[in-house]
């Protein structure tokens, strides 16, 4: 492990118990204090870097309070600009941001974006209240808007803070009222997400010693048989899995240890957003309560759901969330394939300017395309056991698919992407391009297509319903 992930390492095994401490705090107290602790680990880990989130959040401030009306779009605007700002900074003779600084800048501007949004729908909801004289029926609204010192407490607050999940501002309120922290669940939850974390670490340095990234770049690599270079993949892949797994599921532990996104069962959380529907205690029942909110991954379903867009859902669920709330519903474009696309690309440019990310991300629409088209030309035509062998093999392409598009991700380069997909042939990208054609020739071509689209968007709508917007119905 680099000393980065070692720190990583700590900041995640400390927050867990620090977490627990944070249940017995009133609401300031615990406001202060989270704010403090994040702040400390930012300074420490970015030093004068820190000045970038700050100049980000100051930003966002000014635009909240100067233009509500508009904050969705000017937040937006403004945070990914300042995102290629700080991804160019040496162009402008400024020291280069940690890997810490990244980090927190990512989650930063997703939380930005957020909280503008939050506040535009809390101003809207108010000006109807005024003009219906009825209180606004909104799911998990802000009860009032958040000042600068609110959103500097939201940006900086410890948990999660370079590592996340993504928790919406009102999650973040909810939080700091619970009105008994103590007497939520804590170390069973914790404990349950933590228990597959050594074997998930355990996994990720045995097979990465087996399977180190660096020989894909080396002549020696691309002498080795067809067979093998395939292979590859697969176990650079199963390394990047297994290291966001634990990871993630460490985050999450750390998240459950301070109650935060602790809801009702009843209110059916989605990640990432919260809580869907209204909710009221029932004294006369024990109330179960989940962790839905802050949940990020779905390690299970990641790897053995059958369909690509299926596996997106699964992985870093708060993000998918964010971006299926922020960026989907507003693509310039009507067609799902094309919305996906679009989504993919904001996605690719949060992430970096690398061109393997683009590269990767951007195949994603065309796996989509390929496996709708054989859906609907093939399986619809099957009968269950036809269908069920259809899904099996469907599900070993995802995975092959899913293990492709990696290597540009870790790959970073344009050179270094490319040149290992010529290794394999570019097979699976050939294999999407020929469903893709097949599908069409056996199902009647664009109409269909069409036609399937629209189904599948309703599809991935009733199975995940990740675009809910705050008090509003789902998109």
């Known amino acids: ?9 700590g900041i995640l095994a400390a927050s867990i118990p620090v977490g627990f401490l944070f249940r017995y705090l009133s609401p300031p107290v615990k406001q202060g204090a989270a704010l403090l602790l994040g702040l400390s680990i930012t300074i420490a880990t970015c030093n004068i870097h820190t000045l970038h989130s700050l100049v980000t959040v100051i930003g966002t401030w000014i635009i909240i ?3 509500w009306q508009h904050a969705p779009a000017l937040s937006l605007s403004w945070t990914f600009l300042y995102l290629l700002f700080f991804r160019l900074v040496t162009w402008f003779g400024l020291p280069a941001p940690t890997p810490f600084a990244n980090a927190i800048q990512l989650i930063l501007t997703l939380k930005m974006v957020s ?26 609204g802000l009860s009032q808007e958040p000042s600068l010192f609110d959103i500097l407490s939201y940006s900086y607050c410890y948990v999660g803070v370079m590592t996340g999940p993504f928790f919406r501002y009102q999650t973040y309120g909810d939080w700091l009222r619970q009105p008994n922290p103590q007497s939520l669940p804590g170390w069973v939850p914790c404990l ?33 048989n067809f067979f093998f270079r395939f292979f590859y993949m697969i176990a650079v892949f199963f390394v990047f899995r297994m290291r966001f797994y634990a990871a993630w599921c460490g985050a999450e532990a750390g998240c459950i240890s301070a109650g935060l996104g602790c809801y009702p069962e009843k209110a059916l959380s989605k990640p990432g ?32 759901c059958v369909k ?48 393997g990310y683009y590269l990767s991300f951007l195949t994603i629409p065309l796996c989509i395309a390929a496996e709708s088209a054989m859906e609907a030309s093939v399986r619809t035509k099957l009968g269950p056991h036809g269908q069920n062998i259809f899904d099996w093999v469907h599900w070993f392409l995802k995975m092959r698919a899913y ?16 040149n290992y997909w010529m290794s394999i042939y570019f097979i699976m990208h050939i294999i999407a ?20 689209e629209k189904e599948e968007k309703t599809e991935g709508e009733k199975i995940e319903n990740m675009k809910e917007k705050t008090g509003e119905k789902t998109d």
């Open 1 to 9: 492990m680099s000393p980065d992930e070692l720190v990583y390492l």
């Open 433 to 452: 391009v020929f469903c893709i054609i097949v599908g069409r020739a056996l199902k009647g071509g664009k109409r269909e297509g069409r036609r399937r």
């Open 115 to 140: 909280i503008a949004n939050e506040v535009h729908s809390f101003h809207i909801e108010k000006k109807k209240e005024v003009s219906s004289f009825a209180k606004s029926p909104v799911i998990g």
């Open 273 to 304: 957003g919260g809580p869907t529907v209204n909710y009221s205690p029932d004294p006369s029942t024990e109330e179960k309560y989940d962790f839905r909110t802050i949940q990020n991954i779905d390690c299970y379903n990641t790897d053995f």
């Open 65 to 67: 309070k100067s233009s």
């Open 192 to 224: 349950q997400r933590l228990k597959l974390v050594p074997v998930y670490g355990a996994l990720f340095l045995a097979v990465n010693s087996l399977f180190p990234l660096a020989y894909v770049r080396t002549d020696d690599f691309l002498d080795q």
């Open 308 to 355: 690509v867009r299926h596996g997106m859902r699964y992985w870093n669920m708060t993000v998918q969330w964010w971006l299926h709330h922020y960026i989907y519903p507003n693509a310039p474009f009507k067609s799902y394939t094309l919305r996906a696309g679009w989504t993919m690309f904001i996605s690719a440019y949060w992430h970096g300017l690398h061109a």
């Open 403 to 418: 293990d492709c598009m990696c290597m540009g991700f870790v790959l970073l380069k344009a050179s270094d992407t490319i």
